[in-house]
């Protein structure tokens, strides 16, 4: 490999999401020569925001935690103007909504978190005790603890009540997961859950592909090429379509999962995908004034969760209008005409029959929202960047099933090849 303090030295990356653009970033920072290849039209792979009538609408109900280590590190929040989500949640039990607000954080919620009825008293101090760990230990401390599913975890090792888990613990968590069984494993429930404690769950003003378009912004006009699937990858010759090739010092696969082991081959270690699906709703008026999410703690019907992202930041809807955003947890067996009939019929249990007059705006199912986080992994995090001489390897898929992860597999990949450089040329 030539020397990367010039721009003599070329990378190849496939893919413009939040890995691929943070590899990117690195080595462009390095003095190397980068150029992204995309294959839709535009920065963001999963993290994308499509304009329709004047709403904002992510692709999947996200948002940024503030606390992540790597986001805190990269990514300008000023700039992103972010607007926070109101901490702990409404939860949906009965016929009403429960708040469970975290009282460190939202004192005057104390009182009705402490009389709502999901859980018992003894629950409310093995939260405060679960908080006071998470924050108090360092993020390698956490994983570096034994391992188990979640679901285990909380019902046996924290010993919470099985209301508590199935109303509370599971809604939340099978949003963040996408898995209503909580089989993920117990390391990335705790550094999560210390995420949410010490961070917001925020949303950009300009909705989340800001994340990626700043990411982009770093680097040097024209160094990402949209319109570009890859084919396949000869050494470190990318071959695009009608037999273009493009032969470059090192090769950087950035793409979701099943994408990487299609160009990789099945020796790329992998796990199974989590999918989602995701529906707006266009209203009048919002349903509720809190900006907060809505979890269904009993249980029954496809909605896992629901907010008004309008309420969160009002530039997700035109003045006058709300943005209502639920979420389905998995891929839906039923066509999607049936699933927002279903969806509808849920929500006017919750919210009455101002529901029959929302406009659904969009539906988005994402077969490949997330990687699989399963208990058990022997680091529980990162899985190897080094997938062959001159060829690397990030994703979400590699390191943790978040933005966090996505962005810090980027940088790992980056590191990984300077480092491979450096050895090769001493």
């Keep these: 490999m030539p020397d990367s303090s010039n721009s003599s030295f070329r990378v190849g990356i496939l893919g413009a999401g939040l890995s691929g653009l943070s590899c990117a970033r690195h080595l462009h920072s390095a003095g190397a020569a980068v150029r992204v290849f995309e294959a839709s039209d535009d920065v963001g792979g999963r ?12 692709r999947g109900f996200q948002v940024l935690q503030t606390a992540y280590p790597e986001a805190r590190r990269v990514l300008d929040y000023d700039a992103l103007r972010l607007k926070p989500f109101a901490p702990g949640a409404l939860v949906r039990t009965g016929d009403a909504l429960q708040p469970m607000a975290d009282p460190w954080r939202a004192p005057s919620k104390v009182l009705g978190t402490l009389c709502n009825g999901i859980g018992t008293l003894r629950d409310r101090w093995k939260l405060a005790g679960l908080r006071r760990h998470v ?17 285990t975890h909380l019902r046996k090792t924290l010993g919470f009540s099985d209301d508590l888990v199935d109303r509370f613990f599971r809604p939340w968590f099978a949003g963040v997961f996408l898995e209503p069984g909580l089989e993920t494993s117990s390391r990335f429930f705790e550094f999560t859950f210390s995420m949410f404690a010490t961070g917001d769950a925020s949303l950009p003003e300009e909705g989340m592909q800001a994340i990626p378009r700043q990411l982009a912004s770093g680097l040097p006009d024209g160094a990402v090429e949209f319109g570009s699937p890859v084919e396949g990858i000869d050494g470190s010759t990318i071959v695009l379509p009608n037999g273009r090739r493009e032969t470059f010092d090192a090769v950087v696969v950035a793409t979701e999962a099943p994408a990487a082991r299609r ?27 809190d900006p907060m999410l809505v979890l269904n703690g009993d249980g029954d019907g496809p909605v896992n969760n629901c907010c008004v992202p309008s309420n969160v930041a009002a530039s997700y809807a035109p003045a006058g209008a709300a943005l209502v955003s639920v979420s389905v947890v998995g891929t839906p067996p039923a066509p999607v005409a049936q699933l927002e009939d279903a969806v509808r019929s849920q929500l006017r249990g919750w919210f009455g029959q101002a529901v029959n007059d929302w406009r659904c705006l969009a539906t988005y199912t994402i077969p490949h929202a997330l990687p ?13 960047v080094r ?8 994703g979400d898929h590699r390191h943790t099933a978040s933005i966090n992860g996505a962005m810090l597999s980027g940088r790992d990949a980056a590191t990984a090849l300077l480092d491979d450089l450096a050895t090769e040329t001493d």
């Design 47 to 58: 993290v994308r925001t499509d304009l329709v009538d004047g709403f904002r609408l992510d």
């Design 135 to 151: 924050t108090a230990t360092q993020a390698a401390d956490l994983w570096a603890a034994d391992d188990e599913p979640t679901d």
């Design 263 to 289: 160009l990789l081959g099945e020796t790329l270690d992998v796990t199974a995908s989590r999918s989602t699906t995701c529906l707006y709703f266009a209203a009048e008026k919002a349903p509720l004034d």
């Design 372 to 384: 699989a986080q399963p208990a058990g992994r022997p680091d529980g995090r990162s899985r190897e």
């Design 387 to 394: 997938f062959a001489p001159g060829v690397y390897v990030c």
